[in-house]
């Protein structure tokens, strides 16, 4: 394998404090997460210790309140350090994503006491979140969801499966999606329900194509009770809750699909740098300069898209269609990258020896979740042409 290191990325950061920030992630990524990153995914073991070693750091709560254990760090930064973690290994970028979006709820439209209860130990004490919002039958159209709450005095008894759900099984607390009332969007609710509550259970978790060391399962509700306390928000609301958190969330998904392609990209750079046919070099052929040149555009274009997208978000102006643009070019990206690493490689690209096989595994998930592309371009359709029959 080539041992040339990759250049870090020449990032545009706001402060200083964001560009040492940077520089802990990166040093974080490459001496705890990167080098056990390959056999750990062949395994299929999920690094509890390095979410741990995250917490402990102050990053699984970037873009939240510091009063309540966040980091006060803008999307703009925060994007930037998933992008470092899913670059050495996806399944703890992806990860930090889902952890962010099932703390969302709580953090923009619980109560000031739920606030101060629940998230000091979600965004700083070790604790590790999924959100649950598809089931087995409702994906693309999770307005139709089945899974049941029905108010019993005080509390609410939760009945249903959810599915997809990214930390099934091992997560510490659920954001939970359930119907409360009629049918279609305004009849959904959001709950946080704890990942020890009784008849709270996991099915095994999917046989993937890749992202193996990280749990993706069914979690079943059979007849869990929560208090109203932790009920999130108004009755009624939860669906419009989801769709707000999707926004934010399709942003990580952008920033770890960049992450991806770079670590692809500088995969691609080292071995053609370092592999030589008929006397030199393979990176001075020129087919291949060409490859390696559209690569790096793709990727570059790619972060800059996310990046216009967060700083939107930033300034409090709307950003739902730049989100969309930016899941679905982002993901695009690296599927394309990825899959002209593997070719940049030839055979050796195509064995376990070499991580861009996993980068080209690994990147197919990501024009998936959280929002299929084919759903983004018809979000992005909507804000562009109007809603469809007008």
Sequence with gaps: MP?????????????????????LVRDIAQREIAPKAAEEEDAGRFPREAFTLLSQSGLLGLPYDSEYGGGDQPYEVYLQVLEEL??????????????????YALAAH???????????????????????LSEP?????????????????DEWVITGTKAWITHGG??????????????????????????????????????????????????????VRVSDERRIGEEGQGFAIALSALDSGRLGI?????????????????????????????????????????????????RALYLAAARLR?????????????????TDTAMRVTT?????LGGYGYTADFPTERYMREAKVLQIVEGTNQIQRMVIARHVAGPEGR
């Design 86 to 103: 899913a670059s050495a290994r996806l399944t703890v970028g992806l990860g930090i994503s889902v952890h962010t979006l099932a703390s």
């Design 314 to 330: 930033d300034a409090g102006r709307p950003f739902a269609k730049q989100a969309a643009m930016a899941k679905l070019h982002c």
């Design 170 to 223: 091992i997560a510490d607390f659920y954001t939970v999606m359930a119907r409360t009332g009629e049918e279609g969007p305004r009849g959904i609710t959001a709950f946080l329900v704890p990942g020890d509550a009784e008849g709270l259970s996991a099915a095994a978790p999917e046989k993937k194509m890749g992202m193996k060391g990280s749990p993706t399962a069914q979690v079943h509700f059979d007849g």
């Design 137 to 153: 039958s409702s994906g693309s159209d999770a307005a139709s969801l089945r899974t049941k709450a029905v108010r019993d005095g």
């Design 3 to 23: 041992d040339r290191a990759p250049q870090p990325v020449d990032r545009q950061l706001p402060t200083d404090e964001a560009r040492d920030l940077i520089s």
């Design 340 to 344: 002209d690493a593997v070719q940049i």
């Design 110 to 132: 619980g109560t000031k006491q739920q606030q101060v209860e629940h998230l000091p130990a979600m965004l700083g004490g070790g604790l590790l979140g999924a959100y649950c």
């Design 254 to 302: 952008a920033a770890c699909a960049i992450g991806v392609a770079q670590a692809a990209l500088d995969e691609a750079v080292a071995y053609a740098t370092d592999r030589r046919q008929f006397g030199r070099p393979i990176a001075d052929f020129q087919g291949l300069r060409f490859m390696l040149a559209d690569m790096a555009t793709q990727v570059e274009a790619g």
